[in-house]
């Protein structure tokens, strides 16, 4: 987390905490109503947070964007069954603009990393595909191939000349926390109900989440080569 936190960032992170927590008991209990009511709130104030921050740039809009629609996600997934290929298609939005804000500052291929990538993805298709996705084969494929994508291109920020190392590693763990949630979220709906996998998928979601909200904070700063030259 930024050093020498606002009192407004420590409000922010004290109700996010409180509505996760709620939602983590709505979970436990089986209780509909608070799940809804809390789900959508820490990406919202994560959101919130970044539209805050003073000297915002295409990276830190383009987060913003994504932020919502993850929000947007949240509570159509959580609202019904029926909602899902909505909330799917919220959260590849959402992708989009992740792979969109990472492309700002880096553009370099770093091909290597897009093959270890896309291998994954193949390989939980083809694990998921043991399973039943029935009519959602195809949006769950090409929602792997996006969540890949932003996955190479949050990697290839890494060590990347002029990225500041901060938030590159930043929006990398953010990227392979969320790509995390994401698999065992599909595993638990299309190939084995896991006990208590809805607690993880969420955890690991919001830390993804927040990784890639500080990539944002950080990624208008120099980066420490550029500090060094200046001085």
Known sequence: MPKNLTTRAKIL???GVIFALAFIAGELIDNHPLRLAAKTVPVLLMALYLLLQPGKGRFQWLVIAGLLFGAAGDFLLELSPDAFLFGLIAFLIGHIFYILAFLTDCRRPVWGVAIF???YG???FSFLDMGDMGDMMLPV?????VITTMLWRAAARFHASGVNHASAKAGLLGALFFLASDSLLAITLFVYDLPYAGIVVIL?????QLGITLAAVWAGQPSPAERASAG
Request: charged content about 0%.
């Open 122 to 124: 193949v390989g939980i």
């Open 141 to 145: 494929l090409i929602y792997i191939l």
């Open 204 to 208: 690991t979601y919001w830390i993804g």
């Open 117 to 119: 990538a896309y291998l």
């Open 13 to 15: 992170i004290a109700v």
